[in-house]
């Protein structure tokens, strides 16, 4: 079953905007991940946020998360061409991972 | 490095027909393994798992079963095709981390 649900659905932004989209959660986590899928490619991690963690930066992505509304935020700044891409949230519990449905950005140039 | 491999890339099966997709890992020993399924324009499913060589567990009862011959090599089949079996098909492994490594994928279209 999907365990979390991103919003928005899709987003489409000019080149060097930020893009932020947000995940949404049912029940309680060990960590949450976030992962980028390229058109028919296969899933790759960007970073992963512990419970106990409240922001986390990688390069240009930053990503919060608020575990008292389960939900977590996935910020891109000075979007790129190259990020146009599906973007999804995964919860983790034991060895598992529950994605949600994903959130489609396209940036323009 | 670790490495992993999914074979074949595409896939076009007719109704009723078998299926095996393979998934192989390089470069590491005794990882977890992972089958998901992806349809279009959605998230993913995860199917089976497996923290073992002969260890299988499946999170949903449907037309596929998964094996584990060896280390690194993990297996999805079916004896029978259905047309919702189609779809994109994702292999993954860990080391008991929770960050999770995908292969390409294998598109699969049943008609």
């Known amino acids: 079953s999907q365990q979390g649900e991103e919003d928005p659905q899709a987003l489409s932004i000019q080149e060097g905007e930020n893009a932020t989209m947000n995940c949404s959660y049912k029940?309680?986590?060990?960590?949450l991940q976030w992962y980028r899928q390229n058109s028919g490619r296969g899933l790759v991690h960007l970073i992963l946020?512990?419970?106990?963690?409240r922001e986390k930066h990688s390069g240009r992505l930053r990503v919060t998360l608020d575990t008292s509304k389960k939900s977590s935020s996935l910020l891109i700044t000075a979007s790129r061409a190259a990020d146009t891409a599906s973007y999804f949230c995964?919860?983790?519990?034991?060895?598992?991972?529950?994605f949600g449905a994903g959130t489609t950005v396209t940036v323009r140039a | 490095s670790q490495t992993i491999h999914q074979w074949p890339a595409t896939l076009v099966q007719p109704v009723g027909s078998p299926l095996s997709l393979e998934c192989t890992v390089e470069?590491?020993?005794?990882?977890?393994l992972y089958w998901y399924r992806q349809a279009a324009g959605r998230g993913l499913q995860l199917l089976f798992y497996?923290?073992?060589?002969?260890?299988i567990s499946s999170e949903v009862p449907q037309n596929l079963s998964a094996s584990r011959p060896q280390d690194r090599q993990f297996i999805l089949s079916s004896k029978k095709l259905l047309l919702s079996d189609s779809g994109f098909y994702l292999c993954?492994?860990?080391?008991?981390?929770?960050?999770?490594?995908f292969g390409p994928g294998t598109r699969l279209t049943v008609t």
């Open positions: 946020i512990r419970s106990n963690e």
């Open positions: 497996s923290v073992g060589i002969g260890q």
């Open positions: 029940t309680s986590i060990n960590n």
């Open positions: 995964a919860t983790g519990h034991d060895y598992k991972l529950s």
């Open positions: 993954a492994w860990n080391l008991g981390t929770y960050e999770q490594y």
């Open positions: 470069g590491t020993s005794n990882p977890n």
